[in-house]
């Protein structure tokens, strides 16, 4: 993964998100999970939160430590609080790749008792020109992956199964009060230089030959080309928020 590129074109999370999650935990202690580049994490010390990172890409790492965010080379799974307690454990875009129940009971042992547990993701709704030609030279591209474009839902749907296991591993954890969702609508407008940018670190193209990402570009940038050169993504940028409780294991 290219950590700049990361960076510099992965959008970052709703102010009304990173307020509210403030706003229910007890104090301003974060340990920031998957933290990645440090895109949320700087938004959290923007808001007054000290943050802790938690990521087990090397590269992502030393890039969120560059950009001012302490960040510890780990999986959650794996990775020793050593006694140290947090007042809320965010994940933007990561937590998909935890155990639902490990993770659960790793932060419900990181969290003081009212902590909160956040785990948050963008769900974007791509024009259907856009999405039709990035479908469309993918299979043509990688006929074998795994990721099958053309038969996915929407990108809410999608992720509402995610959301519904992290909750039962929330629940099979224990510790922890009724999760709970959190919705926030926004939008943005991207020319195609920006949209192609960002493609490549998207997951279906991650594992791709250089020629054939160039190859996908070209047709996603062409379906740009004929809407004008840009268009306005809506986001819907979903939560599911647990509270510990006194009696986590």
Known sequence: MDAERYDRTRPA????LVERIVAAAPGRDLLDVGCGTGIAA?????????VLGVEP?????????????????STLEAWDPAGRRFDAVVAGTAWHWIDPVAGAAKAAQALR???????FWHTPDLPAEVAEAFATVYARVAPDSPFDLRAARSALDAYQTII???????REAGGFGEPEQWRFEWERTYTRDEWLDQLPTQGPLTRLAADKVAEV???VGAAIDALGGAFTMPYTTVAIV????DDAR
């Open 242 to 245: 647990a509270k510990r409780t």
């Open 13 to 16: 999370y709703p102010g009304a």
């Open 57 to 73: 890409d090397v590269r992502m790492a030393v890039f969120a430590r560059r950009s001012g965010v302490e960040t510890e080379v």
């Open 164 to 170: 519904g296991r992290v909750g039962d591993g929330i």
């Open 42 to 50: 700087r938004q959290f010390q923007a808001a007054g939160c000290t």
């Open 217 to 219: 570009l070209d047709s």
């Open 113 to 119: 008792p009212g902590g909160l547990l956040a785990a």
